[in-house]
């Protein structure tokens, strides 16, 4: 086993894999050139990458409750306050009754919302009990943060290069007042939602936006995981450091340093998820706690 594996047999394995691959993939590419001389296909408009993301459960209140709990930790719904009445919610991010009824039902049951019957949905973001993990769905949604940060954490350093040295001066001023705003807030989400929303808008790569943007919807899942740290009575790390580590990067136009912060931060953002909430039993899907 040791010779098989050794890294020689390694890397001539990787070699002889990508040759295939590559020679596939110029196949394709004379395919294409062909038939777009053949077809007149040259000014057709370019399909669109569409991520859609699996979920055993209907998707829409997911969606949704993510999009409310950035919302609340970007205090656009402060702690305290009363979300909007359901027809105005239905209004505004244009889903029917019954999904703004489901959503409500998945942010009461983590502790962000309290409904009251008569009075309306007040925002709370209490802590989470750690029984609530043994929901299927709560298990479902964790194990795709986790999944996103992983992605992150192997894509998030190149990507974020390129799309910093790709935007206008204007954009990335943008970007650090943004950051900025981050010093009061020491929350681990809304540093990676900062980041997602740039690349997500400003990245020249339309199937990279698209990835990105998905992503962002997962990454608020780990609201979860803080909530849960709150509970037993743990605090996030202080990120003001990281935050004017990456001021630094972008007065001084180092996209480089800048894109490796990123890249660390999000490592270990996900090594702390990992070990309090270790891999599910792939054949059970069951929690390990």
Request: proline content about 3%.
């Amino acid at each position: 086993m040791e010779d098989l594996l050794s890294a020689e047999n390694a890397n001539r394995l990787k070699e002889e894999t990508d040759a295939y691959y590559y020679n596939i993939y110029l196949g394709i590419m004379e395919f294409i050139d062909l038939n777009r001389e053949t077809y007149h296909l040259e000014h057709e408009t370019q399909i669109p990458f569409i991520w859609t993301i699996y979920r055993k459960r209907p998707q829409v209140r997911y969606t949704l409750a993510s999009t409310i709990i950035r919302e609340i930790l970007w205090d656009v719904y402060p702690v305290g306050s009363y979300l909007p009445s359901l027809p105005k919610m239905a209004e505004r991010y244009h889903v029917s009754l019954i999904t703004v009824r489901r959503t409500l039902d998945v942010l009461n049951s983590l502790g962000v919302t309290r409904t009251y019957m008569g009075v309306g949905t007040k925002v709370c973001l209490e802590s989470v009990d750690i029984d609530i993990m043994g929901r299927p769905e709560i298990r479902e949604n964790l194990r795709l943060h986790g999944e996103a940060m992983q992605i992150l954490a192997l894509t998030v350093r190149n990507v974020t290069h390129y799309t910093l040295e790709s935007v206008k001066r204007e954009r990335s001023k943008e970007l650090l007042q943004t950051i900025r705003m981050l010093h009061d807030k020491n929350n681990s989400i809304l540093c990676i939602d900062v980041l997602l929303n740039f690349i997500s808008s400003e990245c020249p790569s339309a199937s990279l936006r698209e990835i990105y943007g998905k992503l962002r919807e997962l990454v608020a899942w780990g609201y979860i995981f803080s909530a849960v740290l709150m509970a037993a009575g743990q605090m996030e790390a202080n990120s003001d450091d990281l935050i004017c580590r990456m001021e630094d990067a972008l007065q001084t136009d180092n996209s480089e340093v800048f894109a490796g912060l990123w890249q660390l931060f999000v490592e270990e953002r996900l090594n702390s998820f990992y070990k309090k909430f270790p891999l599910w039993n792939a054949q059970g899907d069951r929690f390990s706690p």
